[in-house]
């Protein structure tokens, strides 16, 4: 497939680039509702798609209107500090009950370790509704339905196998006769740890919790059920505003989230480059 | 993980033991307890370091799941709002055809005395009314007339005075099959069926709603899983036969949707599908459709799978990508040195190696898109919902939590089988993200 | 540790979010243009009465009976006072989740000293209830379809003409309401309604005449969605509640008209969580009898478009707030809207909801 040879037959040659012709409409597929909506966000009017001044470029047909809406919104603007107080604490709590769980998973002996690996991946498997409908029903038991500690400890639950999964591939790749060498060379288990294995599993951990803060931060499904209007998150507000009262100021709001994936996504792939070059590879 | 005791013991070749019959540390004890005691000293330290998260686990996610599967069968009201009236039901043929006698309805006044007291004859009543139409207003009328009752005249007159439903056979017969503790009752409600004296059928043809319900989210899904593979296939072959710097760049293309909010992309769908929407406009711009006859695409099926596969596309490719990253082009090459044509290689030396790929990306992409409930409920419209979407109605509309976790169990049940499959094929273990 | 010092940190912010202050009252209601009419009308007058007192919205009545019956599943009502329809209302009061009421002793008289429960009259659907105003579910149409030749629809049954009136249609996704016009339209008499509903040939005929014009409907879920359906041209009619249609007509000018022929009545209005403790108890107590007297009824009316539940209130009913137009007209209790209006039934409702909704949405997947 990488290049085309020059004895290739007039069927290849079609075939060559009308296959490539295919994956580019698929890519198109893929990347142009997200990237629509950018423009879109910036139309001066309550309409959803493009009028014949934005077409024409006339910079009246464009304004910051929706932007300013939302910054100045106070339902969206909860909607945003309530993400905001959620998701970092969920995030830190799954990262460091995830990050010991995976160094425990990848020991060389551990007992039940499917069974126990089943269990703990189970949040990622279940259905969004089910964990939703079971912990509200379970939650409302306990009192902690409708409240900030319900919503934290369920979107904790929902990122911890994200961090499982990430830090325990780093780990799969860890070389045992280092923390041997850092041993025989008199450092302690701990000394060990922290100088060894924690510079290596780093890029795990932070790309753990990179995936169970987007879990938090998108997070819908739970949020609607958990939650009590104290808990409106961006998601739940945009949610709202998609069932009743559509209005433009849901793309400024999905634009500025498309940026924020588009950052993760750089720190991400810087991350992983750093961990294959600490381990020895190059990057692909 | 190592420790110096057991590097120690890790080290008798440089160090030839005093006694060649049993092998022991430099301390003295046996090389087999050592590394016994070892063993289990790494166990525990695993476990210890385990334990936080599956406490946590347990606690936060695995007792409400446990909890729910409790509450499809709970049915505890029945027996606590009127204890005597069940116990004095017992003795009652309900296939006698006939009401039951003074005994009974003393009993249900006794009971309803304390419950209206408490007020939670009103709430049987809407218990019983998921199981018979009618039973809300007749408890909550009852309940209210209870306290008035005569105790000198006979009750079963007094009840029927005050409703006749009393005198009627069904009400008794609803009432004794609903008393025990557990029921089945929302089982078969979530399967369409009912319990009648002739035992379990199917309930009548216009009530029907969640077998089919089902059916079509399976329906659904399954289609949703073919479109991505359809599409999911010629991406992965694409970036795994590209040199690495180009597919990676490719790349960007296939992970920014996946990591962009489903929120976002959902709205996204809505603003391009709707009839006054971007693609319309399109359509109707180049003469394709007539303004008249824009296309309707949301609130339907086709809306449903639109954004659905748009939304689960990158779980295909993923997964096909780094299965088709491990094919070596030398067995492709070798076949066609041998005199196979490019299809006759495709399909019979690279496909068949493609196949644990496809199927580990079609039963991820299903198992997510069997549970969705967000996008059918934002652009599925009546016919493009998914059974998700009526449990959250059960949840929070109907307040019937019973059969919203039946149904529940039943999604949950046909997920786990799911994902032993998958288990089965890919391992948990090489689940990959990003 | 980091665990444990983790959970007291966000118990503490939970506990400084909620907050604990004995005059904070909890109010629940629908947010929007209603939670304003009822900020203006109620909170802000209370408030400047009462400077001890604070006011929170909580924008849940959507959700009100499925959060109620879980907090007090969790003996943790943390609501003071819920804005609910009357259907949801009864089924609080069924449950036990609302306070009953006693509406003479706990509600202002009318000024001539009418008491309060006869000042309510017929409207007191439940014990628990403290009905607030009057809406109607009722048509929206656009006044420039070409294709209807220059003719208005006047009559329900003009929603079920396509010959007359062709177009899309917008409906809500339920059986409530819809089952009720279609009977009427297919010749049932309005007091017939009900008991033809109960029999398996009534649901088959009103489902019938809705299949007339199932594949030119849209169903909708939230009160929004029809006038923003209208005003997108995306329907030509549609039915919704009646403050909605008022604001797309005068406040937003779009060439829509309302339909008031065979609006459907219903109620909003206050229920009291069930199990306060005593001192919110008298504090929210202290509220209701201010918020729900004569004036304060009138004054809401001032805001949005809907009757107030008490017979003093109406002759005291003024000019719209910012629009300066006589509100009167506009309410749907007004007797040339109100010439022709179906009693809605909430005691068959409740019996039957459960019921028929299976029975709806069944011929709506299938």
Not at chain 3, 310 to 333: F, N, Y
Request: glycine share 6%; aromatic share 10%; charged share 15%.
């Amino acid at each position: 497939m990488s290049a085309l040879p020059s004895y290739a037959s007039t069927g290849q040659r079609a075939w060559y680039y009308g296959f490539r012709a295919i994956c580019g409409m698929i890519f198109f597929f893929l990347i142009f509702p997200i990237l629509i909506i950018v423009p879109l966000s910036f139309n001066a009017e309550n309409f959803f798609t493009f009028t014949p001044e934005m077409l024409a470029l006339d910079p009246a047909g464009y304004s910051l209107k929706h932007y300013e809406d939302f910054f100045t919104n106070p339902d969206w603007q909860q909607a945003l500090r309530n993400s905001f107080a959620i998701a970092p604490v969920a995030t830190l709590l799954a990262t460091v009950l995830g990050t010991l769980a995976a160094i425990g998973l990848s020991q060389s002996h551990v007992p039940w370790r499917s069974a126990i690996m089943a269990v703990l991946i189970s949040p990622m498997i279940v259905p969004l509704i089910i964990s939703a409908a079971g912990m509200y029903f379970f939650y409302s038991r306990i009192g902690l339905q409708g409240t900030y500690l319900g919503v934290v400890l369920a979107h904790a639950a929902l990122g911890t196998p994200f961090v499982i999964i990430t830090v325990t591939a780093t780990l799969v790749g860890f070389d045992r006769s280092l923390v041997r060498a850092a041993a025989s060379l008199g450092a302690n288990p701990v000394t060990t740890f922290f100088k060894v294995q924690m510079p290596l599993i780093v890029p795990g951990v932070v790309s753990g919790a990179l995936f169970a803060f987007i879990t938090s931060f998108d997070e819908v499904v739970v949020v609607l059920f958990l939650g009590s209007a104290g808990q409106k998150t961006l998601p739940w507000q945009m949610f709202t505003g998609l069932r009743e009262q559509i209005s433009p100021t849901i793309l400024a709001v999905a634009s500025l989230m498309v940026a924020i994936s588009i950052a993760l996504l750089t720190v991400l792939e810087l991350l992983r480059r750093r961990s294959e070059r600490l381990r020895g590879l190059t990057p692909s | 993980m190592t420790t110096t005791d057991t590097v120690s013991a890790a080290a008798p070749p440089a160090d030839p033991p005093p006694q060649p019959q049993v092998l022991t540390t430099r301390d003295g004890t046996p090389l087999k307890v050592s590394l016994a005691r070892a063993l289990r000293r790494e166990k525990m330290r695993a476990l210890l370091l385990i334990a936080p998260l599956l406490l946590f686990i347990v606690l936060t996610f695995a007792a409400p799941i446990a909890d729910m599967l409790f509450r499809s069968v709970e049915n505890g009201i029945v027996a606590n709002t009127l204890p005597k009236t069940v116990e004095a039901l017992a003795d009652w043929d309900e296939t006698s055809g006939e009401a039951p006698g003074e005994p009974v309805f003393a009993a249900l006044h006794a009971d309803l005395l304390i419950a209206a007291e408490e007020k939670t004859h009103t709430r049987l009543g809407s218990r019983l009314n998921y199981e018979s139409s009618g039973m809300s207003s007749l408890f909550r009328k009852t309940g209210r007339r209870a306290d008035r009752m005569d105790d000198a005249l006979p009750y079963k007159a007094q009840f029927i005075d005050i409703d006749d439903d009393w005198g009627d056979v069904a009400t008794w017969q609803v009432l004794k099959r609903f008393s025990p503790e557990l029921t089945s009752g929302y089982f078969l409600n979530a399967v369409d069926m009912q319990m009648t004296t002739d035992g379990v059928e199917l309930k009548p043809e216009n009530e029907r709603i969640y077998l089919f319900l089902f059916a079509r989210t399976l329906f659904l899904s399954l289609t949703i899983m073919a479109c991505c593979l359809l599409l999911g296939y010629p991406i992965a072959y694409l970036l795994a036969a590209l040199p690495a710097r180009t597919s990676n760049l490719l790349m960007i293309l296939v992970l920014l949707p996946f990591w962009t909010s489903l929120l976002v992309r959902t709205s996204a769908w809505k603003v391009l599908l709707q009839q006054q929407g971007v693609i319309n406009d399109f359509l109707v711009w180049t003469g394709l459709v007539s303004d008249a006859g824009r296309l309707v695409m949301i609130n339907n099926q086709t809306g449903t799978i639109i954004a659905m596969t748009h939304i689960l596309l990158p779980f295909m490719i993923l997964p096909l990508y780094s299965v088709m990253k491990t094919i070596s082009p030398s067995y492709v090459r070798a076949a066609k040195s041998l005199g196979a044509t490019d299809w006759t290689a495709f399909w019979r030396v690279y496909f068949p190696q493609t196949v644990p790929g496809i199927g580990a990306g079609s039963i991820l992409v299903f198992i997510l898109s069997i549970g969705y409930y967000i996008t059918p409920e934002l652009v599925g419209g009546t016919s493009g919902i998914f059974i998700s979407n009526r449990i959250a109605y059960h949840i929070s509309s109907s307040l019937n939590w019973g059969l919203a976790a039946a149904l529940g169990v039943l999604l949950l049940a046909a997920v786990l089988l799911l994902f032993y499959v998958y288990d089965k094929i890919v391992g948990i273990d090489n689940v990959k993200l990003g | 540790m980091t665990f444990k010092t983790l959970l007291l940190a966000s118990a503490a912010t939970a506990m400084m979010t909620t907050g604990a202050n004995a005059i904070d009252l909890t109010i629940v209601s629908w947010g929007g243009a209603y939670s304003n009419s009822q900020n203006e009308a109620y909170h802000k007058p209370y408030m400047a009465e009462n400077p001890d007192v604070t006011i929170i919205n909580d924008e849940s009545s959507n959700e009100a009976v499925a959060k109620l019956r879980a907090m007090n599943e969790a003996g943790n009502v943390t609501w003071d006072l819920v804005d609910v329809l009357a259907s949801d209302a009864i089924r609080l009061c069924d449950e036990g989740l609302a306070m009953e009421i006693d509406h003479d002793e706990m509600l202002a008289p009318a000024p001539d000293g009418t008491p309060a429960s006869k000042d309510f009259g017929d409207l007191i659907v439940s014990d628990c209830y403290i009905p607030q105003i009057v809406y109607s579910t009722t048509f929206g149409y656009r006044t420039d379809v070409e294709a209807w030749n220059g003719k208005e629809p006047d009559d329900i049954c003009d929603v079920f003409d396509l010959e007359a009136f062709p177009g899309k249609r917008a409906l809500e996704k339920r059986p409530i309401n819809n089952m009720e016009w279609a009977l009427l339209c297919d010749g049932v008499a309005k007091e017939d309604v009900y008991d033809m509903l109960e029999t398996e040939e009534g649901v088959n005929r009103a489902l019938a005449k809705l299949g007339t014009i199932k594949d030119q409907t849209v169903w909708w879920s939230a009160g929004a969605e029809t006038p923003q359906l209208l005003a997108d041209g995306e329907v030509v009619m549609g039915s919704t509640y009646n403050g909605r249609l008022f604001s797309l007509i005068e406040e937003q000018d779009q060439p829509v008209k309302m339909l008031w022929d065979a609006q459907v009545f219903d109620l909003d209005g206050w229920i009291v969580p069930a199990g306060l403790p005593k001192e919110r108890l008298d504090a929210v107590m202290k509220y209701l009898r201010f918020a729900t007297d004569t004036q304060r009824l009138a004054d809401q009316a001032k805001y949005i478009s809907y009757g107030p539940a008490r017979d003093s209130s109406a002759p005291l009913v003024g000019k719209h707030a910012e629009l300066g137009i006589e509100m009167a007209p506009h309410m749907p209790t007004d007797p040339a809207n109100a010439k022709n209006t179906f009693l809605f039934n909430y005691e068959w409702w409740a019996d039957y909801r459960d019921d028929l909704d299976a029975k709806f949405q069944a011929w709506l997947a299938s």
